[in-house]
């Protein structure tokens, strides 16, 4: 029976399940054979941060979405069109998210009464009007699975695990993905394991042939590729990306990369990444704790090799003084904050944009350091390039703010050519740089490059550059000891003049605005990149006109960000936190930019971002005097 | 851990064996630094300098591949003196910035210099994970049993009862005993030494500076001004020669005026001291610093009471594990994981073309 095909421009996924469901797997699967057929795609992993909490519980829920388009794309979008929901906690926890008219796929056999009550489900909602508005799919997945198993030699148990595979196969079959790639990472993935392998494999293809012999599905969808640029590409997660990023600054300056890292969500995979690239001459270091790696990576920039520490804002709440230290002795090191709600342990699997302050002044002192910003999946490997680039040639700390959204999620990445990658090298101090008022040519540690304040970096194994340099002040110049109060006013005023003066070395802020004529500018920062970016389009599409600029440099800001501010008569700053771009750009252009703030540990949408931007232009041409500002803080 | 065609690691050469050797003739005043030393007059810490800057000429470095870190405290001014590298870092990090210089650069002897405080209060963590990841350092603990630097506190190596500053009425907390910490600690290499005897320092320094991987030294070190006479009972002639035990490999643990007093394990299985006689003199300890089993050693360290009598120095324990350095440098040669090809590495394994 042939089943008819309709054609889509875009569809979104929700795999949602128990947290040792799999669904993470299932979601990654989909997304590598969407990711091979050539949609653009965008995703979104959400999980607990209990690695199994209580089965058939809301808190145990785990989900993937993934947003897959034959155009380009920027999120993984607001609300699914279709959610795979394995058992009645799944549902409840993921229904309140579904448009009129979304498919609903749900496995009956895990609906039963003990299941229903534990989420609160009095009634069964697939026997009462709860899905109606829904184009339910109520499927017997388990004992679908179980039975395509019959003839394995598996406990039911272990072929009730395979229903994952079930649920991707029916997926894959709904959504015309090919199935070569899954078989390949099963028989790879269980390679040891015969039995489980081939369950896998039968699983998946009994999913398959379900969705196109039974009645029950009669139409498939059919997503064309998406037009992109042409060239070689692969899916990436920013945590992946980001990585990448750093062997390849550190390949690109010519120094051994060093990671000293201490496990933290939603950074981990940074260090888990960077172990498996020894054969890159990286050197990751599992420390005992979270000061111990920013300290051996900093010992290792002193002995001249780039030290890098990834974690998240706890972690660097305790690397705080370390990075202070790093700033008194102008050493380059690589600091990535892959934030998470705060505050304390806060939510560690949920996303917030809540460090940026923290990274600007949260250590003793007059303290500056450089701080960049991903903006995008793929653009943590360039961000990360840029982080050592600053690092190096101003011998400076440089926080890059990356998180959880950016971390997890995925999009398709256009493979760079290494051989168009900028050259990042400095040259190491290698002689005398000083001539004393006796003749003698001695080396001065705080002698400084002019144009860039940076010092030299005297590694040692050098002769004759033997130098001794600490925390405490230094003397400008020759670095030693120094209580002379001029002095450390020059040396603080210095070392924050060096950090301004990256401004000069970086790009302008660029602003999109395809009409000319908007007089609303939303300016964001790191990963709410992606929806404000849909978000404006959205707006140009129904007539609105709205300037659209994103920062990537957190600190110093490019030289002409005044100047932008105060081009428009509202400027819109989006953030996931209570406002703190919105306070450093009020304070140092006294611009009344408005803030439009969540912190539920969630991205924007794209509609409430939408609605924030025909707001606030709504008001801008409305009759003037303004009565009310509409979209302020939330 | 699978091993490559290259020696055992840590087991083929010795400490320095990576560091380059210098073929000019060094002195003393080589490794003193331009800077005016600025210790208490009448500081151990003088003592101790004078020692280093002595003996680092006979192990014949090129000063250039030598690294002094410290930490926060009296002893880490340590490194401004010495004209060697130095990295005067922050309270108790010593250890762990060492760590990352270390792995990074074998061809460094570094050192650490750090106290009572800075290495066993807020620095504790970090010593006890170099001790067992057997690191390529040397780490020197000038204890004092005070806080020098803040004026007078009692520290964690202060006897029960202190009375400071902060404990007008006596401090509360058991003291660590630096050796039996180490011991437990798995550490490669203990020992211990005072600051007013040259020779026995300079002997142990230059048996840590041998030892591949994580050397502690705790050195007994006076504080004039603020706990004077801490050590005393050690260092007086006389009281000494009662009180102290000095450890020697391969011969009886014996001491005392007239060498009257030795060590020797008891029907309990402890061990204690005992008056020597013809009847026991055989069964008097002969030490082992390289027996495996750090047991002996660790009965070693609890011997003195609170009077310091029957306090050992020496080395406790020196055995040879692969440090965690050459280890580390061992995997880097041994993964070829995308083998050096940064564009490889880019393409990973799942990649499509788009026209």
Not at chain 1, 390 to 402: E, I
Not at chain 1, 622 to 629: D, E, H, V
Not at chain 2, 9 to 19: C, E
Not at chain 2, 22 to 43: A, L, N
Request: proline share 7%; charged share 20%.
């Amino acid at each position: 029976m042939d089943k008819q095909v309709q054609q889509l421009d875009r569809v979104i996924i929700r795999f949602a399940g128990d947290s040792g469901d799999g669904m993470q797997l299932t979601g990654d699967r989909f997304t590598a054979e969407t990711a091979n057929f050539g949609n653009d795609l965008a995703t979104w992993p959400n999980f607990p941060a209990e690695i199994r909490a209580p089965a058939g519980t809301l808190a145990g829920v785990s989900s993937f979405q993934l947003h897959f388009a034959d155009h380009d794309i920027m999120t993984p979008g607001d609300a699914p069109n279709v959610l795979v929901a394995m058992n009645p906690a799944a549902l409840r926890a993921n229904l309140h998210d579904l448009p009129r008219g979304a498919m609903v796929i749900v496995d009956t056999d895990e609906f039963t009464k003990r299941n229903l009550s534990k989420v609160g489900y009095s009634v069964s909602p697939l026997e009462d009007n709860t899905l109606q508005a829904y184009h339910v799919h109520a499927l017997a997945l388990t004992q679908l699975t179980v039975d395509a198993l019959s003839s394995f030699e598996l406990s039911r148990k272990d072929a009730e695990r395979a229903k994952n595979m079930f649920a991707l196969g029916l997926l894959s079959w709904l959504y015309g993905r090919p199935a070569e790639g899954t078989e390949k990472f099963l028989r790879d993935k269980f390679a040891r394991k015969p039995d489980i392998r081939d369950a896998n494999i039968a699983a998946f293809k009994a999913g398959w042939n379900y969705g196109e012999t039974t009645e029950d599905f009669a139409v498939s969808y059919s997503v064309a590729p998406a037009k992109m640029p042409g060239g070689e590409y692969r899916n990436i997660t920013g945590n992946t990306a980001l990585s990448y990023g750093l062997i390849a600054g550190a390949q690109l300056a010519k120094l051994p990369l060093f990671l000293g890292a201490y496990p933290i969500t939603p950074a981990s995979d940074i260090l888990h990444e960077l172990s498996k690239h020894k054969g890159m001459g990286v050197r990751t270091f599992q420390a005992e704790d979270e000061i111990a790696g920013v300290g051996a990576a900093l010992g290792a920039s002193f002995g001249g090799a780039l030290g890098v520490t990834s974690t998240s804002g706890p972690g660097v709440v305790l690397k705080a003084e370390t990075i202070g230290l790093a700033v008194s002795l102008e050493l380059p090191l690589v600091i990535v904050d892959v934030q998470r709600g705060g505050p304390s342990t806060g939510l560690p699997t949920k996303t917030e944009q809540s460090d940026l302050l923290m990274a600007m002044f949260g250590r003793n002192g007059e303290c500056p350091l450089a701080i960049v910003a991903p903006q995008s999946p793929t653009d943590c490997f360039d961000t990360a390039i840029e982080a050592i680039r600053l690092a190096t040639k101003y011998r400076t700390p440089v926080m890059l703010l990356s998180d959880g959204y950016i971390a997890n999620g995925s999009e398709p990445w256009l493979i760079p050519d290494v051989t168009q990658l900028p050259d990042l090298q400095t040259p190491f101090a290698t002689a005398a740089n000083h001539e004393t008022e006796n003749g003698d040519r001695v080396f001065w540690p705080y002698k400084r490059d002019p144009k860039t304040l940076a010092r030299p970096w005297a590694i040692p194994g050098t002769p004759g550059l033997e130098h001794r340099i600490g925390g405490i002040e230094k003397a400008d110049g020759h670095g030693n000891i120094s209580y002379d109060p001029a002095n450390h006013d020059l040396m603080t005023r210095t070392r924050q003049a060096k950090i301004d003066g990256i401004a000069n070395d970086i790009p302008k802020l660029a602003v999109d605005d395809p009409s000319g004529k908007a007089k609303v500018l939303i300016l964001g920062w790191g990963s709410t990149y992606g929806p404000i970016g849909a978000a404006c389009r959205r707006v140009r599409l129904s007539g609105g006109e709205i300037a659209s600029a994103h920062l990537r440099h957190l600190n110093p800001f490019p030289e002409n960000t005044g100047e932008v501010l105060r081009s428009y008569d509202r400027v819109i700053v989006p953030e996931m936190n209570l406002g703190q771009l919105s306070m450093l750009l009020r304070a140092k252009y006294l611009v009344d930019v408005m803030g439009f703030n969540k912190v539920q540990g969630l991205p924007f949408s794209i509609e409430e971002l939408e609605t924030a931007i025909t707001d606030v232009i709504a008001s801008v041409n409305a009759p003037k005097p303004r009565t009310r500002r509409p979209a302020g803080d939330r | 851990m699978p091993r490559d065609d290259s020696p055992p690691i840590g087991l083929g050469y010795k400490s320095l064996s990576l560091v380059p050797k210098t073929e000019v003739k060094q002195s003393t005043k080589d490794f003193k630094s331009d800077q005016e030393v600025r210790w208490c007059p009448g500081c151990g810490d003088y003592a101790i300098l004078a020692a280093v800057q002595g003996f680092m000429p006979d192990l014949g470095l090129k000063k250039e591949n030598v690294v002094w870190v410290s930490g926060i405290g009296c002893s880490s001014r340590f490194p401004y003196y010495m004209d060697t590298y130095g990295l005067h870092s922050i309270h108790g990090r010593a250890p762990a910035i060492a760590t990352g210089l270390s792995a990074t650069r074998p061809d460094l002897s570094v050192w650490v210099v750090t106290g009572d405080g800075d290495a066993l209060s807020i620095g504790g963590n970090h010593l006890i994970h170099a001790l067992r990841r057997n690191v390529n350092l040397k780490i020197l603990l000038f204890n004092n049993r005070i806080y020098g630097l803040t004026k007078g506190q009692y520290s964690p190596t202060s006897e029960i009862g202190k009375v400071t500053k902060s404990t007008p009425l006596g401090s509360l907390d058991a003291p660590f005993n630096p050796v039996s910490l180490a011991l437990g600690a798995e550490a490669t290499f203990v020992a211990r030494t005072l600051d007013s005897d040259r020779k026995h320092l300079v002997e142990v320094l230059r048996a840590a500076a041998e030892h591949p991987g994580t050397a502690l030294v705790e050195i007994y070190q006076n504080c004039n001004i603020f706990n004077d006479g801490a050590w005393e009972i050690l260092k007086d002639p006389e009281g000494s020669k009662r009180a102290l035990i000095r450890l020697q490999h391969g011969e009886p643990i014996r001491f005392g005026p007239d060498n009257e007093r030795g060590v020797m394990r008891l029907p309990n299985g402890t061990i204690d001291v005992v008056e020597v006689t013809p009847e026991n003199e055989s069964q008097i300890l002969v030490h082992d610093a390289h027996a495996e089993d750090p047991g002996v050693a660790f009965a070693l360290s609890r011997l003195p009471d609170l009077t310091l009598d029957k306090t050992p120095i020496g080395v406790f324990r020196d055995v040879v594990r692969p440090t965690y350095d050459a280890l580390m440098a061992s995997q880097l040669r041994q993964n070829t994981n995308s083998a050096g090809d940064l564009q490889r590495m880019l393409r990973g394994t799942d990649t499509w073309t788009v026209n």
